[in-house]
């Protein structure tokens, strides 16, 4: 054992090649999967920061929030379902913001959503007209808290009190106002798509108990004679369009990236270990067993994956800090960087094993033959 | 070349490892551009294909016909510009729809327009353009020529007498990603009634222009531009190209094809080098025995052009099926472009990353055979 | 000095080389300086050395005697700093190391003491090699490898990798490689260092055998007086010098 450590220290140029090419799988590893992360976060925040029980849409939407509408009538049989706490309304638009300091033609994409619940993500609605939290996105835009932002073509004020963090909707930054400031906006902007009052797109619904979320769900769409559609939390983040076939996609680049990862450790261990089957002879002649020699060769494939690891998350958490908010949706969280890391160790270690029957080969009557 | 296939024959282990290993980037460099491409396609793709030259939203619309309303009074400003020729009305909304009378709903998008030549598709892969009410051509992702779409209402029931036929077929016309259809301006309005009865009067969520003679498109929306402030005016491949989000598709997979791009060159390099160094006391006896430079240099270039070539054809056997799947919504396809392009990349960055190899046979010095020093 | 050379009849390939008055060697005054930091090695000092068309010539001298350096310059390994070299006719004293790599090809053949064999390539392809790298007569070569092998007794390992063979087994093989261009000289460094006494018996007999019987000169380097027995003459070599 002390042997591989001292090879490594003493000749770190032979390891110096698996080790760059680890680091580039690693930083693509991570890469990809903060592009993932990146992607799911920007799309789903505003679900989330809801932190329901269940989500009611109407049945008739496709579970799509732009196209849902529920009725006062539909959210009063929902409130009355036993296990149901709080029904609060929900409602959104996506509109172009105007900025000061921002050009005529530039406006940055918002949607503007109605709520009433809070949560441990969403403080209370502002009680007053107008006004609306601001998801910290919009700070890159300029925005400070206090400024006055228009949105639409009729150029709606929406004044800013504050930010909140990870409510980002469809990957556009998001503002949380009232219900009634919500519907005003709405009727304004989008004639074409107006709500009577009452009328919202859909219910946060918080349960009585932690109970049984799948079994209120049919309950609460009995109640409104099927008119309906109530998901969990996880369900209407994957009926958000593209969120499910992102993830699966991605996923399956990185599970072939991988692969590569464990080919590409068995190449150069292979190569290494062709080279150093001299050393081995003379080794085991020495008396040591094929079980450490290997032991010695794991540990030096796990010390120079963690080193490129180590060196890709570095890589990331720099990415991270360059790329403008807006550009690339890329994040480096600490799950995906770990996460990473365990999975290509796991790849060196069975890239490795690829060179254990040489090892196992090698025979120590060589070492005394002495040559080729 | 004899040594360099004597010396692959007899290492057929690393050997296939490496090519195993190119393959499979460069099927995940193929599969990440088809998926780019199928990307974009679904979700511009619409833009694309239809037939106005110019598309004028209104700048609140973010250049999305989702988020674009043109108000009666800019449409007049609209048509007033200099050099116009035609305008023809564009209206966008996305529906749940019932097909073929299926008990399953499924989302529609439906695009409609007053002038054929300004809005409906440019070019059909089947059937023809609607003739009169009731008829729609569709994207060949989601419809098929004779399905019957009906729009839904809120209640979620379709509507009785507002069935959609479809009689024609457009390829690579979808948007947001979502099955869409094109339908004269009056379905338009009705499929728009139905599924929001709320609704008040039905306003163009675009306007689509052709310049008059002797001026381009170009121009024709530069001018729009200048005497509307409110509009935002484009020519039809600027509009695709600059519908949000897709800037960003491409930026992110730019990294990504460079990264992976990276990693064979890196990889096949430091592959040679290694294996130059493990077999420099062969290469020393080879100089010394009368072997020129060049040749063992050839030699090594060969090798290297055999285990990108072999990787890319690995690579681009197993992207065929592939880029005939699709992926939810994404038709992917086969693109040649891509593949020659890439095989001509992956290929000059391979013999130039052997470069230092190369430098290496070059530097070898026969005399080393006798001090019997010919290893490193 | 003159023998006239035994043809086989039905073979070509065999056809060697003739009774040749032309000498296989001719070193007049030679030197080979090396500038190491700032001093001046003089490796080889003004070594005369003529080898007859089928002359065995035994090398001797302790380590560092300045033997390899001649060898390699006899061999076109390397270029004098200052003497005529001519070996089989060709005057090889400014030859560029292009052209130096061109005429071992064809007109030398060596043995060395360590790496002898490519290991990925089987005993007959080793034989090949000079032949690919070179004139491709493959037809031509083809057979007087398989002549080879069977004179050398490796018929039947022809097809064996080099991990595959012994050490005699193996020599035995690199000496039928150094015979495949029909060189005028073959270069023969410690021969028989690896091997036990009989092995190295057996092998220096069969040198003789096999370099007579072609009419091919020979120098065989070798610190061990047991072989000079089997040469026609010893060369002692000493700090560069030569003594007669």
New interface residues.
């Given amino acids: 054992m002390r042997l591989a450590l001292r090879e490594l220290r003493r000749r770190p140029g032979r390891f110096g090649?698996a080790t760059?090419?680890l680091t580039?799988?690693a930083?693509?590893l991570m890469?990809?999967g903060g592009?993932l992360d990146g992607l799911t976060a920007g799309n789903t925040g505003a679900i989330r920061a809801q932190q329901a029980d269940l989500i009611v849409y109407?049945?008739?939407?496709?579970d799509?929030l732009?196209?849902s509408?529920i009725e006062p009538r539909q959210r009063r049989q929902v409130q009355a379902v036993d296990g149901v706490s709080e029904a609060g309304e929900l409602g959104s638009v996506?509109?172009?913001a105007r900025i000061e300091g921002k050009g005529?033609?530039d406006?940055v994409?918002v949607v503007l959503f109605g709520y009433q619940s809070a949560s441990a993500g969403l403080p209370e609605p502002p009680a007053r007209p107008g006004r609306a939290w601001a998801d910290d996105t919009l700070k890159a835009e300029g925005v400070e808290q206090g400024d006055t932002i228009r949105i639409?073509?009729a150029r709606s004020p929406v004044e800013v009190v504050g930010f909140v963090s990870d409510t980002r909707y469809a990957?556009q930054s998001t503002l949380w106002a009232s219900l009634g400031t919500w519907r005003r906006i709405q009727n304004e902007?989008?004639?074409?798509?107006?709500?009577?009052p009452g009328?919202s797109q859909a219910l946060v619904v918080r349960a009585a108990e932690t109970g049984d979320p799948p079994d209120l769900a049919e309950r609460i769409d009995q109640a409104t004679g099927g008119?309906t559609s109530s998901l969990t939390e996880d369900e209407a983040i994957d009926a958000l369009?593209?969120v499910s076939?992102q993830q699966s996609?991605f996923n399956q680049?990185l599970g072939?990236?991988v692969?590569?990862a464990i080919?590409?450790v068995?190449?150069?261990f292979?190569?290494?270990t062709?080279?150093r089957v001299g050393l081995y002879g003379v080794l085991k002649a020495l008396g040591a067993g094929s079980g450490r020699l290997f032991a010695g060769v794991l540990l030096q494939a796990v010390i120079v994956t963690v080193i490129a690891c180590a060196i890709g998350a570095v890589a990331a958490l720099a990415l991270d800090a360059v790329i403008p908010a807006g550009?690339?949706?890329?994040t480096a969280g600490g799950g995906r960087l770990i996460g990473s890391t365990v999975v290509l160790l796991l790849a060196a270690v069975i890239g490795c094993a690829f060179s254990l029957r040489r090892v196992l080969r090698v025979d120590p009557a060589q070492a005394i033959g002495g040559?080729? | 070349m004899f040594l360099a296939l004597k010396e692959m024959r007899r290492a057929k282990v690393r050997f296939g490892l490496l090519i195993s290993a190119i393959g499979l980037l460069v099927l995940l460099i193929l599969a990440q551009q088809a998926i780019q491409t199928g990307l974009i396609t679904s979700f511009i793709g619409a833009i694309e294909k239809q037939s106005a030259p110019v598309l004028v939203y209104s700048v609140d619309g973010q250049k999305t016909l989702q988020g674009s309303i043109i108000t009666p009074p800019l449409e007049q400003q609209i048509r007033s510009t200099e050099g116009m020729g035609r305008t023809g009305r564009i209206g966008q909304g996305t529906f749940t729809v019932t097909v073929n009378d299926d008990s399953d709903n499924s989302d529609a998008a439906i695009i409609g327009y007053t002038d054929p030549d300004l809005g409906a598709p440019d070019e059909l892969s089947a059937g023809r353009l609607p003739e009169g009410p009731g008829e729609a051509v569709g994207s060949s992702a989601g419809f098929e020529l004779g399905d019957t779409v009906r729009v839904l209402g809120p209640d979620g029931r379709p509507s009785g007498n507002e069935a959609i036929e479809v009689v024609g077929i457009a390829d690579d016309a979808q948007l947001q990603v979502t099955p869409t259809l094109f339908v004269p301006w009056p379905a338009y309005v009705s499929s728009v009634k139905t599924s929001n009865p709320d609704a008040g009067g039905v306003l163009p969520s675009a306007i689509g222009a052709a310049p008059a003679e002797g001026i381009d498109a170009a121009t024709l929306a530069g001018r729009i531009n200048e005497s509307s402030p409110d509009a935002d005016a484009l020519t039809r491949q600027a509009a695709a190209e600059q519908t949000p989000g897709v800037a960003e598709v491409r930026q992110s997979f730019q990294v990504i094809f460079l990264l992976f791009g990276l990693v064979v060159p890196l990889v096949t390099g430091l592959f040679f080098l290694i294996i130059t160094l493990q077999k420099s006391a062969s290469l020393t006896l080879l100089r010394a025995v009368g072997a020129q430079s060049g040749l063992l240099v050839r030699s090594l270039m060969f090798q290297v052009v055999l285990v990108i070539g072999g990787g890319l054809l690995v690579g681009i056997a197993l992207y065929t099926p592939l880029s005939q799947a699709q992926l939810g919504e994404i038709k992917l396809s086969f693109d040649v472009t891509a593949v020659l392009v890439w095989s001509g990349i992956l290929l000059a960055l391979g013999l130039l990353s052997a470069v230092v190899s190369a430098r290496r046979v070059l530097a070898i010095d026969p005399i080393e055979a006798t001090t019997g020093e010919g290893g490193r | 000095m003159s023998e006239t050379q035994t043809e086989e009849e039905n073979d070509e390939v065999s056809r060697d080389r003739e009774a040749d008055p032309t000498p296989a060697l001719e070193m007049e005054a030679v030197r080979k300086v090396y500038e190491v930091a700032d001093e001046q090695v003089v490796a080889l000092d003004h070594a005369d050395l003529t080898l007859g068309s089928d002359e065995i010539v035994a090398l001797v001298g302790p380590s560092g005697s300045g033997k390899t350096t001649l060898c390699s310059i006899a061999g076109g390994i390397l270029s004098p700093t200052e003497g005529r070299v001519v070996v089989g006719g060709n005057d090889i004293s400014d030859y560029s190391p292009k052209q130096l790599t061109e005429f071992r090809r064809d007109s030398v053949g060596f043995v060395f003491q360590t790496v002898n064999l490519i290991p990925f390539l089987t005993a007959r392809e080793n034989l090949l090699v000079v032949d690919e790298i070179g004139s491709r007569d493959r037809k031509r070569a083809n057979r007087r490898a398989d002549q080879l092998l069977e004179e050398l007794g490796l018929e039947d390992r022809a097809g064996n990798l080099p991990s595959q063979l012994s050490g005699g087994q193996k020599q035995r093989v690199a000496i039928g490689r150094s015979l495949m261009n029909e060189p005028a000289l073959v270069l023969f460094d410690e021969p028989t260092s690896a091997l036990d006494t009989k092995l190295g018996e057996q092998m220096v007999e069969l040198i003789r055998e096999e370099m007579k019987s072609r009419g091919t000169a020979a120098i065989i380097v070798t610190h061990d007086e047991r072989i000079t027995g089997y040469a026609d003459r010893t060369v002692h070599i000493t700090d560069g010098r030569l003594e007669a």
């Fill in positions: 090649v760059v090419i580039l799988i930083i693509l890469f990809l592009l109407s049945e008739a939407s496709q799509s732009v196209r509408r996506q509109l172009g005529p033609r406006l994409p639409g073509p990957g902007n989008r004639p074409d798509a107006r709500v009577a009328v008119l369009p593209g076939a996609v680049i072939l990236t692969l590569i080919i590409v068995a190449l150069f292979a190569l290494i062709v080279e550009s690339i949706p890329f040559g080729q």
